[in-house]
């Protein structure tokens, strides 16, 4: 018995939300976890202040041994200039120092644990929703995709068979959109994300696409319309016979329980490709 994805992630991401309710122990476990890291974060901060004064330590010494009267000597020596101008306008025997400040050490805080535990329903309908409104928008892009796809096709039938009534491919083309639309509001928005997300969802939308190919090469037998000669196509395309067959179809696939809106669009790229084209 096959297992329906979109059912099984759902559950998923219950199981998901169980297994950190049960991890995070509740509010008792939570305390232990914040405890610990407060531990962690003043161990941290007093082993970087240590760091920060011992180093002011070093500088400072740096900076006595630079200001001492024997390196200024020699400096003075070292520039060419009288030595004894250190005493009238030197820094003297003190040389430059500045106070070390001891740095402060950052508090932390224990922050109070929460007494509440997960919501386990809600995050379950909120990945459902989540991913429902995720599969209808991919849903509303593909149709966009399609209408605009019909429109290059029927660019390229009046290029390539000037022949043939544009009103015959138009109307078809706005008929069957037409159904297309209908049949997109009638079924539910759940079942149709159902049906192109789940794996036996993909398998009966595998099946209706073989379904509607193998009934548009049979409109194309009954109809004669698998002649290369385009002046006979385009006669028959044209025909009263033609209107009623294609109509009889569209009623068919509209009330067709396995054939979604996606498969009309398919269905009627096919007549337009396979029909109108010149070959």
């Not at 161990?43 to 001492?68: C, F, G, H, P, T």
């Amino acid at each position: 018995m096959p297992i329906d994805p979109l059912t099984g992630q759902l559950i998923g991401q219950g199981v998901i939300a169980t297994a950190q309710a049960i991890t995070r122990g509740g509010p008792r476990r939570q305390y232990k976890w914040n405890k610990k890291a407060a531990e962690d974060t003043n161990a941290m901060n007093r082993a970087n202040a240590v760091w920060q004064l011992e180093e002011n330590k070093r500088i400072q010494q740096e900076q006595r041994v630079y200001d001492s009267p024997e390196n200024q000597m020699a400096r003075y020596k070292a520039a060419g200039l009288n030595p004894h101008l250190i005493y009238g306008g030197g820094s003297g025997s003190s040389g430059g120092t500045f106070p070390i400040s001891s740095p402060g050490i950052a508090p932390s805080r224990i922050d109070a644990p929460s007494a509440s535990y997960p919501d386990l329903a809600g995050s379950f309908l909120q990945a459902g929703q989540t991913m429902a409104g995720t599969q209808l928008a991919t849903q509303k892009a593909e149709e966009s995709e399609a209408r605009e796809a019909l429109i290059d096709v029927q660019v390229d039938i009046a290029k390539s068979n000037p022949m043939l009534n544009p009103a015959v491919y138009k109307s078809l083309t706005a008929s069957m959109i037409a159904v297309a639309d209908a049949k997109a509001k009638e079924q539910d928005v759940l079942w149709m994300i159902r049906e192109q997300t789940t794996d036996s969802g993909w398998r009966r939308y595998t099946l209706g696409s073989a379904k509607i190919e193998a009934e548009v090469e049979a409109l194309e037998q009954k109809l004669g319309l698998n002649t290369e000669d385009l002046k006979i196509r385009n006669s028959i395309l044209q025909s009263k016979e033609f209107d009623n067959v294609v109509k009889e179809a569209m009623a068919a696939w509209y009330k067709d329980g396995e054939l979604t809106s996606q498969h009309i669009y398919q269905g009627l790229m096919l007549m337009l490709t396979k029909w109108m084209m010149a070959r």
